[in-house]
């Protein structure tokens, strides 16, 4: 028992941390778009921190609960409906057999997610359940059912508050990456000290600068990319490589983002600005 899918939303699927196992054969770590945000919703029900929880992108899931459990719903700002009351986000919620839950709308950042208590069962590839579309059937869809054990006992959670002022930043701390050192002083110091903005091409797989910056660089032999590296294409483009990129990519590496650079651009949406905050690494 658990829950069904009444309507899917934009891009509505199951993730977790993702996984490692499969890089090797050339498959992404996948998992969840923003961790800090994944990990609070866990943490609020005092779930394991690797507990599969829902990621949705900004509206229109709607969901039909069919037996009772103790949820989270984690989200910068948002319009949530339980039943016919809208509730708040990023605290426990009880809800029963026949309950109906609808994301309305996100008000502030892009992806939101849902946790269950205990988590959410489904199948497991390669130690992950996080969706990939070579390795399970879809993104959640409409009719789609989702597996819980139901929980009607103590909440066993903790009354923890969202830290928003991770995200009420606009500078992106980054190191250098591979083929920084190939980039004249002219490009390293604008890609420093310059205002970049999303673009609208934005996905679980990569996001795109809109600006672009000119440059005589080649293509490189393959090599390793991770998600956070920025990607500096013969065109001048710049493509920040985010949870489901590939493992291996032809095209010279010049910057990696942290890990909460990567969590906090993904709740940007296109048109935000941003800057880049080089690390630097005493060897």
């Known amino acids: 028992?658990?829950?069904?899918?009444?309507?899917?939303?934009?891009?509505?699927?199951?993730?977790?941390?993702?996984?490692?196992?499969?890089?090797?054969?050339?498959?992404?770590?996948?998992?969840a778009m923003d961790l800090n945000l994944y990990k609070f919703a866990n943490s609020v029900l005092n779930n394991s921190e690797q507990s599969a929880c829902i990621e949705f992108y900004q509206q229109g899931l709607k969901i039909h609960f069919e037996a009772p459990t103790?949820?989270?719903?984690?989200?910068?700002?948002?319009?949530?409906?339980?039943?016919?009351?809208?509730?708040?986000?990023?605290?426990?919620?009880?809800?029963?057999?026949?309950?109906?839950?609808?994301?309305?709308?996100?008000?502030?950042?892009?992806?939101?997610?849902?946790?269950?208590?205990?988590?959410?069962?489904?199948?497991?590839?390669?130690?992950?359940?996080?969706?990939?579309?070579?390795?399970?059937?879809?993104?959640?869809?409409?009719?789609?059912?989702?597996?819980?054990?139901?929980?009607?006992?103590?909440?066993?959670?903790?009354?923890?508050?969202?830290d928003l002022t991770y995200y009420e930043t606009?500078?992106?701390?980054?190191?250098?990456?591979?083929?920084?050192?190939?980039?004249?002083?002219?490009?390293?110091?604008?890609?420093?000290?310059?205002?970049?903005?999303?673009?609208?091409?934005?996905?679980?797989?990569?996001?795109?600068?809109q600006e672009r910056l000119e440059n005589e660089l080649d293509e490189i032999v393959t090599g390793p990319v991770l998600p956070g590296t920025v990607q500096y294409t013969p065109g001048g483009k710049m493509i920040i490589l985010m949870r489901d990129a590939q493992v291996t990519g032809g095209y010279p590496r010049i910057l990696q983002l942290s890990e909460k650079a990567i969590n906090i651009l993904s709740q940007l949406r296109a048109k935000s600005k941003f800057t880049f905050n080089l690390i630097e690494i005493n060897s």
């Not at 009444?6 to 499969?22: A, F, M």
């Not at 208590?117 to 070579?134: E, N, T």
């Not at 929980?151 to 508050?161: A, I, L, N, R, V």
């Not at 604008?190 to 091409?201: M, R």
Request: proline share 4%; with cysteine; aromatic share 10%.
């Open 1 to 31: 028992m658990g829950l069904k899918i009444i309507y899917p939303g934009l891009y509505s699927t199951i993730q977790d941390q993702g996984r490692t196992e499969g890089m090797p054969q050339g498959i992404p770590i996948s998992g």
């Open 70 to 162: 103790f949820i989270c719903v984690a989200a910068l700002g948002a319009e949530i409906i339980l039943n016919e009351t809208q509730v708040e986000p990023n605290c426990i919620l009880k809800v029963t057999a026949g309950d109906q839950l609808s994301i309305k709308e996100l008000k502030t950042g892009s992806w939101g997610y849902i946790a269950v208590k205990d988590g959410f069962d489904s199948a497991s590839f390669l130690g992950s359940q996080s969706f990939y579309k070579a390795l399970t059937a879809h993104q959640l869809q409409k009719e789609d059912k989702v597996d819980f054990k139901p929980y009607d006992g103590e909440t066993g959670g903790e009354s923890t508050q969202l």
């Open 170 to 209: 606009s500078v992106l701390e980054v190191f250098r990456g591979p083929e920084y050192h190939k980039l004249s002083q002219t490009l390293k110091y604008q890609l420093i000290h310059a205002e970049f903005s999303v673009s609208t091409s934005q996905n679980r797989m990569a996001y795109q600068i």
